[in-house]
């Protein structure tokens, strides 16, 4: 008989212990799926709600935005130095301020959310959100007639609305204007046609511009574009050619389209980048997702106002054909974009992709693009951006404010933040043309289950006669 050393006895038995548990588990194990199910009915395991969504549902949550939105946003001017409300201007001072919430009730940022709220509003017939837009810009517009009937009030810039009486920047101006208008189209009061004037020879006449008439700025370099400036400036123009019928806005807003494409559109990814400087030799190209939100964004409010025999339209319209068709191409499978468009190890983005959403939806809901290519990509669109606003109606993900940069490390580590308020406008606008897309498009998102007509739903075995 073989000797076995003590030490490798008890080895061997640990051994012959460890291969009869394993046994023991692989045998008690369940199988990793139902092996009665057959394969073509078996689910998928997505980590993002699929599927078309309600009506109601995506009603659900724009409310919780509004709510919050509602309650954080007070719109009424007060004492800095007692805290009390305002309500005879003629009691104000220099210590007179906007009540403060959690945002801004001047910024471009809020000239989307009150451009988001009109559209709520009109897509569901829920006058609180139109009232929202309107109570705030009256409280502005008498704010501003107030200061300029009493500059001396003003001298150093300190009222609520010096941003407003004094622009500095297209930020200041473009989305606040393009806001205004849509409101005053609406209520044709003229109550907001002063605060329009003002903007609009700001955009029009007053900021920096290339020889060609680029609008541009001078930081961080000289002679600089920012891809964030066509949104800027754009819609205002636009909707300003609509509220008057001068061919020359929309003649400025369609070169502004084309002058900064040609510079700034990388044809081969469909994608445009977010800086460019006169005085590169070579154009760094990074393809920051919100900023190309700002632009396809641009080319759809574009659209909707632009005359079709305007010689720009064609141009315009493929211009955003081709940026829709590259923003497509690089949709991650959970339906977010990446922080840096093409580069999958940046993080997912909130405000980018519900600009993405509205803009695509609009462009569906248009005709600009095809609704059969393009409707289920945007509904996955709208399921994501839809887990990122949470029950107290804040939208997370959105990365906050973003200068420019030409070094990826600026991208890739920007925080996101609740309080960056670039995400809310666009949720809210998201949301509203997806409503409206449901509502006239019936749309299909895979082969699978049911086609959406009218005023039924038929499964593809009774309208084609297959399984």
Same mark, same amino acid.
């Not at 409101?183 to 290339?210: C, V, W």
């Given at each position: ?7 490798n006895? @008890? ?9 009869? =548990? ?5 045998? %008690? ?88 709220m @009109? @559209? ?10 139109? *009232? ?16 300029? #009937? ?18 500095? +920047? ?16 609406? #209520? ?9 004037? =003002? ?13 060609? *008439? ?33 061919? #020359?806005?929309?003649?400025? +807003? ?16 469909? @994608? ?5 400087? %006169?005085?590169?030799?070579? =154009?760094? %190209?990074? &393809?920051?997702?919100?900023?190309? *939100?700002?632009a396809?964004m641009?080319? +759809? ?21 081709? =940026?829709?068709? *590259?923003?497509?191409a ?9 922080q ?31 609704? %059969? ?14 887990? #990122? ?32 308020? &670039?995400?809310?406008?666009p ?11 449901l509502?006239n ?19 593809d ?7």
């Amino acid at each position: 008989m073989e000797f076995i050393p003590f030490r490798n006895w @008890l080895k061997r038995l640990a051994l012959a212990i460890f291969g009869l =548990h394993c046994l023991g588990a692989l045998a %008690q194990e369940k199988p990793a799926t139902d092996v009665t199910t057959p394969l073509h009915l078996m689910k998928p395991d997505y980590p993002i709600p699929y599927g078309i969504p309600e009506e109601a549902e995506v009603k659900a949550v724009l409310d919780r935005v509004y709510n919050y939105l509602n309650e954080v946003t007070p719109a009424k001017v007060v004492d800095s130095k007692t805290g009390q409300e305002v309500k005879d201007f003629n009691r104000i001072n220099r210590d007179a301020m906007l009540e403060q919430g959690d945002f801004r009730l001047t910024s471009y940022e809020w000239g989307v959310t009150y451009a988001g709220m @009109l @559209l709520v509003g009109e897509a569901t017939g829920d006058s609180r959100y139109t *009232g929202y837009t309107e109570t705030r810009l009256k409280l502005l517009a008498d704010l501003t007639n107030f200061y300029r #009937k009493n500059p001396d009030l003003d001298v150093d810039r300190s009222s609520p609305v010096h941003s407003v009486l004094h622009p500095h +920047a297209l930020d200041d101006a473009g989305a606040m204007c393009a806001a205004m208008i849509k409101a005053e189209r609406d #209520k044709q009061n003229g109550s907001l046609r002063p605060m329009i004037d =003002h903007f609009i020879d700001y955009i029009h006449t007053k900021e920096f511009r290339l020889e060609d *008439g680029t609008l541009a700025r001078n930081r961080p370099h000289l002679n600089t574009l920012w891809l964030d400036d066509l949104f800027m400036s754009v819609p205002a123009l636009a909707q300003m050619g609509k509220l008057t019928g001068d061919v #020359k806005y929309y003649d400025d +807003a369609v070169r502004q389209v084309l002058q900064f494409s040609q510079r700034m559109f990388n044809s081969e990814k469909g @994608l445009y980048m977010h800086g460019w400087v %006169q005085g590169m030799e070579v =154009h760094p %190209q990074f &393809h920051w997702a919100r900023a190309n *939100g700002w632009a396809v964004m641009t080319l +759809a409010e574009l659209l909707e106002v632009l005359p079709k025999d305007h010689a720009g339209y064609a141009d315009v319209l493929g211009q955003l054909q081709a =940026h829709v068709a *590259g923003l497509a191409a690089y949709q991650h499978g959970t339906g977010f974009w990446h922080q840096l468009i093409d580069r999958n190890d940046t993080y997912l983005e909130t405000s980018a992709t519900a600009i993405y959403a509205y803009s695509i939806a609009r462009a569906i809901n248009r005709g600009y693009i095809d609704k %059969q290519a393009y409707s289920g990509m945007v509904l996955l669109a709208w399921n994501a951006v839809s887990t #990122k606003v949470n029950e107290k109606g804040q939208v997370l993900g959105t990365c906050v404010g973003t200068g420019m940069a030409f070094d990826p490390a600026f991208y890739y580590y920007r925080p996101v933040n609740p309080y960056a308020a &670039h995400g809310y406008g666009p949720v809210l606008l998201a949301g509203a043309e997806i409503i409206s897309l449901l509502k006239n498009s019936f749309p299909k998102m895979n082969d699978s289950a049911v086609m959406f007509y009218p005023n039924e739903i038929k499964t593809d075995k009774q309208i084609f006669g297959v399984e």
